[in-house]
């Protein structure tokens, strides 16, 4: 399908989707987000891929929700649209694993939309932000409550009352980003890393991917329980057996996912 805010490219099991507005800083607007979820929901009925990565342009992975779609906005549009819930949703309900690569600015939704990913690899130049402080509203998907999670109460405070920005290493140190790698080779190692991820089984791919996210929401002892029964269930596949076997005649295992 034809899209008009995000260019899809699928090669070697990885789905690579690049955010395409321009000329507004790759700013999220609905038609852009729900391209995002259409594109990824196709790659999850798609056999043939085994792992995405979005990104943006080299200057901005997305400077944020759209501005000036949302300035005249009243408290009942956004309340009763329930903005952006929808889309958001579409992409959290994607099983098989996410990349954010991201460049350049990464602000206000645009971090939010890192943050949904699995894990975010960030080019050198990249610089997160949760700016909305400046604009009279706050964080709106995700940038209080999943930055909380993933860099503590201290650094999400601080970047969200000042609406600083935070460069790529401090990123890394706050545990925002899982590597920083060169700006120019950034879509180049985050599609490795996708293809790396592709060449393992995708029951055991699917089922960290859901024991790592439910770790995030749920108590101590009942996410470590949840991990547990998933350890005891893979025990019920052929790739467990095969990944073991591999293993112990020092071969290369064939993962079939079944
Ligand atoms: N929305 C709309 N347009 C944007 C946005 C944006 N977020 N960011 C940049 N643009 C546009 C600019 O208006 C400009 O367009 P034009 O040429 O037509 O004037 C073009 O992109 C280029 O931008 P700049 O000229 O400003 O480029 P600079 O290199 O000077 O600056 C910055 C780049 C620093 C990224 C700057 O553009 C900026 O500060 N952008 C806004 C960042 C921001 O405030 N983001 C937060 C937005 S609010 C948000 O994300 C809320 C999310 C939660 C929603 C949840 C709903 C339930």
């Known amino acids: 399908m034809a899209y008009k805010n995000i260019i899809v490219d699928?090669?070697?099991?990885?789905?690579?989707?690049?955010?395409d507005r321009p000329d507004a800083m790759n700013a999220l607007n609905l038609d852009?987000?729900?391209?995002?979820?259409k594109a990824l929901g196709e790659a999850q009925q798609n056999d043939k891929v085994r792992a995405c990565v979005i990104t943006g342009s080299e200057k901005a992975f997305a400077a944020g929700a759209d501005i000036k779609m949302m300035s005249e906005k009243s408290f009942v549009d956004v309340f009763t649209e329930d903005l952006f819930t929808p889309e958001e949703q579409a992409i959290r309900r994607i099983r098989k694993p996410i990349i954010a690569a991201v460049s350049g600015y990464a602000l206000g939704g645009g971090?939010?939309?890192?943050?949904m990913a699995d894990f975010i690899i960030a080019g050198d130049n990249a610089k997160f932000g949760q700016p909305e402080v400046n604009l009279g509203v706050m964080p709106?998907?995700?940038g209080s409550a999943r930055l909380t999670k993933l860099v503590g109460r201290?650094?999400?405070?601080?970047?969200?009352?000042?609406?600083?920005?935070?460069?790529?290493?401090e990123a890394e140190r706050a545990g925002l980003v899982s590597r920083v790698v060169p700006a120019k080779k950034l879509v180049e190692e985050a599609l490795a890393a996708a293809r790396k991820?592709?060449?393992?089984?995708?029951?055991?791919v699917m089922a960290i991917k859901e024991a790592v996210n439910r770790a995030d929401e749920?108590?101590?002892?009942?996410?470590l329980l949840f991990e547990r029964r998933l350890f005891h269930a893979l025990f019920a596949t052929e790739d467990q057996k095969e990944g073991m076997t591999a293993f112990i005649d020092k071969r290369e295992p064939q993962f079939r996912d079944r």
């Not at 971090?111 to 943050?115: D, F, K, Q, R, S």
Request: with cysteine; charged share 25%; net charge negative.
């Open 111 to 115: 971090c939010e939309l890192a943050m």
């Open 218 to 223: 749920m108590p101590l002892a009942e996410a």
């Open 197 to 204: 991820i592709a060449e393992k089984g995708a029951i055991s």
């Open 32 to 37: 852009l987000l729900r391209e995002l979820g």
């Open 10 to 19: 699928i090669e070697d099991n990885v789905c690579l989707i690049r955010l």
């Open 140 to 142: 709106g998907m995700g």
């Open 154 to 169: 201290a650094k999400a405070m601080d970047m969200a009352l000042t609406g600083r920005m935070m460069d790529a290493e």
